[in-house]
């Protein structure tokens, strides 16, 4: 057996996403043009359902996961054909995020490598640097909505800085001074933490979705005792479709749900990778996200129908909900139990996987850390703040990123379950020889390149052209034609050897 090199480097990134340490397992013949400790086949697997648990509840139990929920009842529906909405998505994101686990969990490496079997060993930077650079968007959008959270604290404390949240005042490039320092103080918080690696991150990571639920139920009682248990009423805002025309508007809320958990659904590899077996990760799914999910809905739901009679509007963002409670203390806890679990999440599913991604576009020059870094420094650029702002942009936002999700995950699965049969040769993927089984051309597999090409292109076409009934569906069309194109070129394509099963090498 060849020799293997430990890895502390490796030690380090995994304590900082909250996980059990597990060294890469480094062959003396791998390619260090493919290869570094963080890339490498784990050497142990030992995360249980309940670390997938926590995972999905901490991503669940976010401010922009409260938002994104408010936002779908500004579509006209009566709030029970919401929740069948979230809960119908939802299923849909359990189900796709058991299809994406299994090559990883199987093979223990990250989402960058198990995709150079589909696209080749260089090939893989295509999608590696397309979910890079989505990571990017959401990391700048959860660190705008926990700044906006902080925000809250800040205005309740010091009523004077009040015309400094002014953008009208204050502002530049569509956010006021306050929530530029905010930003910023959120932005070095969180660079901080993750550089150092610290034990502190896991202890967010426990401490965040757990949390959350705490201020949830203690706003609903609340809520309730202000109002009354007769006050609730799950029929909010104004109801403007019913009966067969609710159809097609539930389903463009089914598509958005899914969206917005495309990117972490897609990569979800870089975790599941950390699984001791499949059956604890689908276990570790369910609770986090049918299950948790639909009780954190319930919730939503529930506490801005209170809103209404406690406050005289409906409110639907919790942050805004906990301001106007009339207590300086509830105000804080709540704002800062929505920040602090909003920077927990942020870290590791926006940190980890840029760090992956662009660390496997040059494996001995860019480390995880640098890989992080470049998804931070991205984020400020791209002004999330002008993304996610009201309930129509959020959905222009999720449909754009959804048309270039979909055809890499369109791609990966067909590859994996119909052309490889579950089949993966591990040492194969890290090798740059002519003769590697995913070597291809050149060390890339047009087959995969055109069919990503094709679907992002059409996918994106009705978002860009604000065709809505059409462009919400963006995910779903990218996929569909991933899916499809990739099928139809790799079975004419000798390259691909398409139905050789392959052994799977320890």
């Known amino acids: 057996m060849a020799d293997t090199i430990p890895s502390k480097h490796h030690e380090d990134l995994v304590e900082a996403a909250g996980m059990p340490v597990g060294s890469g397992v480094t062959k003396a013949g791998y390619d260090p043009r493919l290869t570094n400790e963080d890339l490498a086949p784990l050497k142990e697997q030992r995360w249980g359902s309940y670390n997938i648990f926590a995972f999905w509840m901490s991503d669940v139990?976010?401010?922009?996961?409260?938002?994104?929920?408010?936002?779908?009842?500004?579509?006209?529906?009566?709030?029970?054909?919401?929740?069948?909405?979230?809960?119908?998505?939802?299923?849909?994101?359990?189900?796709?995020?058991?299809?994406?686990?299994?090559?990883?969990?199987?093979?223990?490496?990250?989402?960058?490598?198990?995709?150079?079997?589909?696209?080749?060993?260089?090939?893989?930077?295509?999608?590696a640097i397309i979910r890079g650079a989505i990571a990017v968007a959401w990391y700048g959008i959860q660190t705008y909505l926990a700044s906006a959270a902080l925000d809250v604290v800040l205005?309740?404390?010091?009523?004077?800085?009040?015309?400094?949240a002014d953008v009208d005042q204050y502002g530049f490039l569509g956010l006021p001074l306050l929530g530029w320092c905010t930003y910023a103080l959120l932005w070095v918080l969180q660079a901080a933490v993750f550089w150092t690696g610290m034990e502190t991150i896991r202890k967010f990571i426990d401490f965040c979705g757990p949390a959350v639920y705490v201020v949830m139920f203690v706003l609903a009682g609340y809520l309730i005792a202000e109002a009354g248990w007769s006050a609730i009423d799950l029929n909010l805002g104004e109801v403007t479709v019913t009966g067969v025309d609710a159809i097609p508007v539930m389903l463009g809320a089914i598509a958005l749900v899914v969206s917005y958990f495309s990117g972490p659904m897609l990569n979800f590899g870089d975790f599941s990778r950390y699984g001791k077996s499949f059956q604890a990760v689908r276990i570790g799914n369910f609770l986090g996200l049918p299950v948790n999910f639909l009780m954190f809905s319930i919730l939503t739901v529930v506490t801005a129908s209170l809103t209404v009679p406690v406050f005289g509007e409906l409110i639907t963002d919790p942050v805004t909900t906990v301001a106007r409670i009339d207590s300086t203390f509830a105000i804080v806890l709540g704002a800062l139990t929505f920040t602090i679990a909003t920077i927990g999440i942020n870290i590791v599913a926006n940190f980890i996987s840029p760090a992956f991604d662009f660390s496997n576009v040059s494996p001995q020059r860019i480390s995880w850390r640098a890989g992080g870094m470049i998804a931070a420094v991205g984020s400020v650029l791209l002004t999330p703040w002008n993304l996610y702002n009201n309930p129509e942009v959020i959905h222009y936002t999720l449909e754009t990123l959804g048309a270039f999700i979909g055809p890499l995950f369109g791609v990966l699965i067909a590859d994996y379950y119909l052309i490889r049969r579950q089949q993966v040769d591990v040492d194969a993927m890290f090798t740059m020889s002519p003769t590697g089984r995913y070597y291809y051309k050149r060390g890339y597999h047009p087959p995969a390149i055109i069919a990503t090409a094709v679907g992002a292109v059409v996918a994106v076409i009705p978002v860009l052209g604000k065709m809505t009934d059409v462009a919400q569906y963006s995910w779903f069309i990218g996929c569909g034609l991933g899916f499809a194109v990739y099928l139809g070129l790799v079975r004419r394509s000798p390259v691909s050897a398409p139905f050789d099963p392959i052994k799977i090498k320890s």
């Open 61 to 127: 139990h976010s401010v922009g996961g409260y938002v994104t929920a408010g936002s779908l009842f500004a579509l006209g529906l009566s709030s029970w054909q919401v929740l069948i909405s979230l809960v119908v998505g939802i299923t849909i994101v359990y189900f796709f995020c058991n299809l994406v686990a299994k090559p990883s969990q199987m093979t223990g490496v990250p989402y960058p490598v198990i995709n150079r079997v589909a696209f080749g060993v260089l090939g893989a930077n295509v999608p």
């Open 155 to 164: 205005l309740k404390l010091w009523p004077a800085l009040m015309p400094y």
